[in-house]
């Protein structure tokens, strides 16, 4: 009797620590069914709040790209208005006019004539170097050579980082004509804007000055990025009660309106 109450205690013992082990296994089992989804659900949030911040942070991005791309254009656009006027006069002509302007914009002027030059009383000053020092006449050709490398780059220089420039020019002369075509091609050719004022001969200076005057416009209309104002100066004549000076002084304020 007592060996049978031995081996009925130790069965008993024996299948409650079975139902203590699957009850343990049990619970266990669910303990890590029950985190496991609850992490899994913790890293798909997590995933999906990463991805919602990587499409704000690119969507940001972009419109930030966007905001500065335009930025930018109305920056060079603005800058067009706010940057300091720069002129250049061309050939005896051209000098005079920007000689009168000197005060009112930064100035340069260019000829081939070195002692005209030398009395014009502006602080930028390019002498086109020629055998004589003298100026081209009606030589266009000539005036379109003396634009060499090294004076583009003075040019260049003297613009600086301006995005426009205005040129000042009297046609029908070798500097005038051809000296004009060759700076306002090489500004195109660098993206900028170039305003061309032209000042048309006399009509008494006679057909074949007048002729070349028009030819150089015509040439100057086919470069990109270019607006010519033409003047005649048989609109002097109007001022004949005038003398010379305050004629000429009348034409150079009509200009400094323009520019």
């Given amino acids: 009797m007592g060996n049978l109450s031995i081996i009925i205690t130790i069965f008993t013992a024996i299948i409650f620590s079975y139902l203590l082990y699957k009850g343990i296994k049990s619970v266990y089992q669910d303990f890590k069914n029950i985190y496991y989804f609850k992490m899994k659900n913790f890293f798909i949030k997590k995933?999906?709040?990463?991805?919602?911040?990587?499409?704000?942070?690119?969507?940001?991005?972009?419109?930030?790209s966007l905001s500065n791309k335009y930025e930018s254009l109305i920056i060079n656009s603005d800058?067009?208005?706010?940057?300091?006027?720069?002129?250049i006069g061309i050939g005896g002509g051209g000098s005079n006019i920007v000689e009168y302007l000197t005060n009112h914009y930064e100035s340069l002027i260019i000829n081939s004539d070195k002692r005209a030059l030398e009395q014009k009383k502006v602080k930028n000053k390019i002498h086109l170097e020629k055998p004589?020092?003298?100026?081209?006449?009606?030589?266009?050709?000539?005036?379109?050579?003396?634009?060499?490398?090294?004076?583009?780059?003075?040019?260049?220089?003297?613009?600086?980082?301006?995005?426009?420039?205005?040129?000042?020019?009297?046609?029908?002369?070798?500097v005038g004509s051809g000296s004009t075509k060759a700076i306002?091609?090489?500004?195109?050719n660098k993206d900028l804007m170039v305003k061309c004022i032209l000042v048309k001969p006399f009509s008494w200076e006679g057909s074949k000055k007048s002729n070349r005057a028009n030819e150089t416009i015509e040439f100057l209309k086919q470069l990109k990025n270019v607006s010519i104002i033409?003047?005649?100066?048989?609109?002097?004549?109007s001022f004949e009660h005038l003398s010379m000076k305050k004629s000429f002084n009348l034409l150079n304020n009509r200009i400094k309106s323009i520019i």
């Avoid at 995933?47 to 930030?64: A, L, P």
């Avoid at 006449?137 to 205005?166: A, H, M, P, R, Y």
């Avoid at 033409?230 to 004549?237: C, F, G, R, S, T």
């Fill in 79 to 87: 800058k067009r208005a706010l940057e300091q006027k720069k002129v």
């Fill in 184 to 188: 306002a091609e090489h500004l195109t």
């Fill in 230 to 237: 033409e003047i005649e100066n048989d609109e002097l004549k």
């Fill in 132 to 174: 004589d020092n003298l100026g081209c006449g009606s030589n266009e050709k000539c005036g379109f050579s003396l634009i060499t490398e090294d004076v583009l780059n003075q040019i260049d220089k003297f613009i600086n980082k301006n995005l426009s420039i205005t040129l000042i020019a009297t046609l029908g002369g070798g």
């Fill in 47 to 64: 995933k999906e709040e990463q991805h919602t911040e990587n499409k704000k942070v690119v969507g940001s991005n972009i419109v930030e």
